[in-house]
């Protein structure tokens, strides 16, 4: 009697599109459908404004901004110039709060509420067969087509469970009212260095523990290493090892960790924040009545170049395919999505732009287009060189390295490997000469100023080049 009550009560849209998630893949693609058809749905769980608006990208970096702020003041002396950083915890938040709210996620918001009220559905979707979403418990949506755009959170281990109350992730931490006196951060990810060195420069006693030794943002082991050893100068990091059990008392958080020789240690903190990775919101999408394939580890196949899964109208866009969860990328796939959407069942392939990564750490790391460890084994040269130019010497940087990596035959870049202060913009140069295909030459061709940082990726690049000359007489004379 009660399953027919509620059967009744249930609403059925019938729509030729359904796209689900809001953030910037789901929001990209419902741009390009809504102006071909009225026909499309748009369901959001949870609050509007984006991932990378509300708890990523943009609180991240203001958060790393009023640390880099508060580190300047604290080296100073080094210039001659005696300052002292003194950090406002309440405000630092309240300030990164409201440039976070008043700019990135208001302008989102704005443009959501331009969004015709009939195109949008709140409530979480999961599939219920072929062609069928329950959003809810009260909507059905049937849909021709379908985007899955419903992004990842952060993954808890059950270990963490009995400090739960002191647990922040990414999602939390931004919402605090002051800082922590004591932090452990778990993981040695992105989100952990960044966030962890930004805490730490705040003030609060900051301690890392990773798993794996390695900063697996880099894949060559020699810049690895000097990413662990640079970061590892300045924050305390246990690199390798695990957190074998958690307990919580008046105190705070107590957590025991083993590390590789087997010795554990047991320390105290105010907060745990957890950044061990994200899991794609995929599981929860009841993926086994559609008909797509779905690898052991639960991650959906899917062709990269359409964002087809399968063979179905089905596509997938953003951090949900658990593939380069960075925000440009999920802005393209968005975009890709729809546009096969739109024309399935004909294809329209896109080409994809070379993947580029930015850690806002200090020193930045940055890969583009192949990492080391892909082309690793292939006849490639590398551009090697410690991350330093008269200009860093000015700025007291001098701190990392470089690598480029070129096919030793044609001299064409193919990828490269940075560790650097400012990296970032060496690094999108370097995407830009991949995108063209371009040789180490013909971006020696451009004019260099002097003193800039751009002087070190002529010189890494002229290193390179000469390189592939010596590759080339040593293999003719062979
Ligand atoms: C702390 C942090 C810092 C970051 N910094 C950077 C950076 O500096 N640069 C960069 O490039 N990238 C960064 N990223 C990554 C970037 O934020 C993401 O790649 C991007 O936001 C992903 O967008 P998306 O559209 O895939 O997902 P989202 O924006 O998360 O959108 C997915 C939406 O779907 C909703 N949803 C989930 N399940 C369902 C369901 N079943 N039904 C309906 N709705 C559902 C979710 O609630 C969510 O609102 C950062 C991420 C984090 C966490
Ligand atoms: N600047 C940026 O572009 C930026 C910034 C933040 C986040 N992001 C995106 O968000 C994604 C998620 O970031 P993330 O840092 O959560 O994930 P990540 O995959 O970068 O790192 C997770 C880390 O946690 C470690 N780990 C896993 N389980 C562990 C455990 N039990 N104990 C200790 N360590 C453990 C892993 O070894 C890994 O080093 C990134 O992959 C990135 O794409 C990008």
Redesign the pocket.
């Known amino acids: 009697m009660r399953r027919r009550m509620s059967e009744s009560a249930m609403k059925t849209l019938n729509v030729e599109y359904a796209i689900i998630g809001a953030g910037t893949a789901g929001l990209g693609a419902y741009s390009k459908i809504s102006r071909k058809t009225d026909s499309l749905v748009m369901i959001q769980d949870g609050p509007y404004g984006t991932t990378c608006a509300r708890v ?2 943009m609180p ?1 970096k203001l958060m790393i901004t009023a640390a880099d702020c508060a580190h300047h003041l604290n080296t100073s002396e080094f210039f001659g110039v005696t300052a002292t950083g003194r950090v406002d915890g309440r405000k630092v938040f309240e300030r990164l709060r409201r440039e976070r709210d008043n700019r990135f996620v208001a302008n989102n918001l704005r443009y959501v509420d331009k969004i015709p009220a009939h195109h949008k559905l709140e409530g979480r979707a999961r599939f219920i067969g072929p062609g069928r979403l329950r959003v809810s418990e009260s909507v059905e949506v049937n849909a021709k087509k379908f985007i899955l755009a419903c992004g ?1 959170r ?2 808890i ?1 059950e ?1 963490f469970e009995p400090v739960m109350a002191r647990v922040l992730t ?1 999602d939390t931490v931004f919402e605090l009212e002051d800082l922590p006196r004591s932090i452990a951060v ?9 966030l962890g060195q930004a805490l730490h420069r705040l003030g609060v006693e900051t301690t890392i ?4 030794g ?4 880099l894949t060559h082991p020699a810049m690895q290493q000097q990413a662990l050893d640079l970061l590892g100068a300045e924050l305390d990091i246990y690199p390798v090892g ?2 074998v059990c958690t307990r919580e008392d008046v105190e705070g958080a107590w957590i025991e960790y083993e590390q590789s020789n087997g010795q554990r240690l047991t320390r105290m903190f105010d907060r745990v924040l957890v ?4 899991t794609p919101n995929v599981d929860r999408l009841g993926m086994e009545h559609t008909g797509v394939e779905v690898t052991e580890s639960g991650a959906v196949t899917f062709d990269p170049q359409t964002m087809r899964c399968s063979d179905l109208p089905i596509f997938i866009a953003g ?1 949900v395919t658990d593939h ?4 440009h990328e999920a802005f393209d796939e968005g975009r890709i999505a729809a546009d096969n959407a739109l024309s399935f069942p004909n294809p329209v392939p896109a080409t994809r732009r070379p993947p580029l ?4 750490t200090d020193p930045q790391i940055a890969t583009i287009g192949q990492s080391f460890r892909q082309l690793e084994g292939q006849e490639i040269v590398i551009g090697d060189l410690p991350f330093t130019s008269p200009r860093h010497v000015v700025w007291n940087k001098v701190q990392g390295r470089i690598q480029v990596y070129l096919d030793a035959k044609t001299g064409v870049i193919l990828g490269a490997e940075l560790l650097g202060y400012k990296a970032e913009h060496l690094a999108h140069l370097l995407a830009l000469a991949i995108t063209h295909g371009m040789t180490a030459e013909q971006v020696l061709s451009m004019p260099v100023y002097h003193p800039s940082a751009e002087e070190l990726l002529r010189d890494v690049l002229i290193d390179a080049r000469d390189k592939c000359r010596r590759y080339a007489a040593e293999n003719m004379s062979h």
Not at 186 to 194: K, P, R, S, V, Y
Not at 214 to 217: E, G, K, S, W
Not at 357 to 360: E, I, K, L, S
């Open positions: 990523g990208c991240s990842s952060p993954a281990s270990v990414s778990i993981g040695t990810g992105i989100i952990a260095l960044e523990f990773g798993r794996s390695r900063i697996n943002a695990r957190v950044a061990t990775g994200r951090d380069l969860p960075l925000w990564m930015v850690a806002f």
